[in-house]
């Protein structure tokens, strides 16, 4: 069968992509946005892609059309699929009816963590001898790819609240039927879909629906908001985490949690050493140990296992060290996230100046929902450097009147490298944070600082 997918550069669509393959399928795709590191690793897999939405990707007619949940009424080739009758169905209703149907399928949902999360718990379940399939908002670094469909009866994936398509407003979580699930956090995001924190609520204690009484929630505890739809209606047991409170929790070794003890019912079971840096990744390992243990891996091989654990790209990674400058890619998009990530690196650095640069590039960031709260989420870095994309419907002025002097904004990507490259020195940390690819600013800078400083370490 000759399946087309339509938005297959995005993280999910990249993922069902692979999964199509692998099932022996010819896969093509489409999409506006073709870049790295989705596109090396389909073009790598032998799939072919196309730039932009143009009717002629679909000509000879594929088999079946796998519809993104970017695409609306008015593009081309949906305006092309559905006068010409082709079968079309979402990446979500795809991989329920083709994956997943006879597996135990552990979901990571949340706002915050889920790609971490998933990547971990995928990588505990490899480490335990389960060889389980699982598809990631991201390439997982200890895999190399996103996804895989599997040799056992277990699928890790991660459980997004966005809508499923065009045709489809339920949230793509719905269709997964997890056996397990984990709750990192729930807060309002993906204003472009949802009206308020109550719609988001709503699509979760939906999700709880689908879960068996047979089955197990791991549920950040304290969180108000997963307290609060789980209040909505729950029929499965619940086992929540927390680094202080909850049945899983984590005593720090050290102050950027590169090392933390694990308990479970106030009973040491291990403890964990990693390269991962932050409270919040401590947290993600306390969710995943815990969704592991219920699948039987043992909770002190999981906490071992973690030690070989390679986080997600485009978190907190360090792309290059250029003459003691360093240059790192975060996909944090939420000021939660911004926050967290300048919080671990802070951890790490100590008194070392940090530069963030950021993109406000998700639908959210675009529309200013989170404009009030953006500044304080910053607030950690030594400097920060804001680009006013065209696509921004807001005046990014209003950060800079709370940050003062130490915050800049720019409406150009090169005058942003120029800044950075001037105000750079020995000892800074630059963390770029985008979710999306940011007009290859990373690649751009770091070949400017090669320039000034000379070659990286």
Known sequence: MHIHILGICGTFMGGIALLARELGHAVSGSDQNVYPPMSTQLEQSGI??????????????????????TLSRGNACIEYILDAGLPFTSGPQWLSENILRHKHVLAVSGTHGKTTTTSMLAWLLEQAGNHCGFLVGG??????????????????????????????????????????????????DHADIFADISDIRRQFHHLLKTVPASGQIVARHGDVEISKVLTMGCWTPVQSFGLRTGDWTGKPGNADYSN????????????????????????????????????????????????????????????????????????????????????????????????????????????????????????????????????????????????????????????????????????????????????NIHQRLIKRLQSAYGTSD
């Open 48 to 69: 072919a892609l196309s730039q932009g939405y143009s009717a002629d990707n679909l000509k000879p007619a594929p088999d079946l059309v796998i519809i993104g949940n």
């Open 139 to 188: 390439v997982a670094e200890n895999f190399g790819v996103s996804a895989r469909s599997g040799l056992s009866d277990h699928f890790v994936i991660e459980a997004d609240e966005y809508d499923t398509a065009f045709f489809d407003k339920r949230s793509k979580f719905i269709h997964y039927h997890a056996s397990t699930l984990i709750i990192n956090n729930i807060e309002f």
């Open 260 to 439: 933390f003890q694990v308990f479970y019912g106030g009973q040491e079971i291990g403890q964990v050493n990693w390269q991962l840096i932050g409270a919040h990744n401590a947290e993600n390992a306390l969710a995943a140990i815990a969704a592991a243990a219920r699948v039987g891996v043992d909770p002190g091989h999981a906490c071992t296992s973690l030690t070989g654990f390679r986080s997600v790209k485009r978190r907190l990674q360090l792309l290059a060290n250029i003459k003691g400058v360093s240059v790192y890619d975060d996909f944090a998009h939420h000021p939660t996230a911004i926050r967290a990530t300048l919080d671990a690196l802070r951890s790490r650095v100590g008194t070392d100046r940090i530069i963030a640069v950021l993109e406000p590039r998700s639908n959210t960031m675009k529309m200013g929902i989170h404009k009030d709260t953006l500044a304080a989420s910053l607030d950690g870095a030594d400097q920060v450097v804001l680009y006013q994309g065209p696509d921004v419907k807001w005046d990014l002025s209003i950060i800079t009147t709370k940050l003062g002097d130490k915050c800049r904004i720019y409406e150009n990507i090169e005058d942003i490298i120029g800044r950075i490259t001037t105000i750079s020195q020995v000892g800074v940390h630059i963390v770029i944070m985008s979710n999306g690819g940011f007009e």
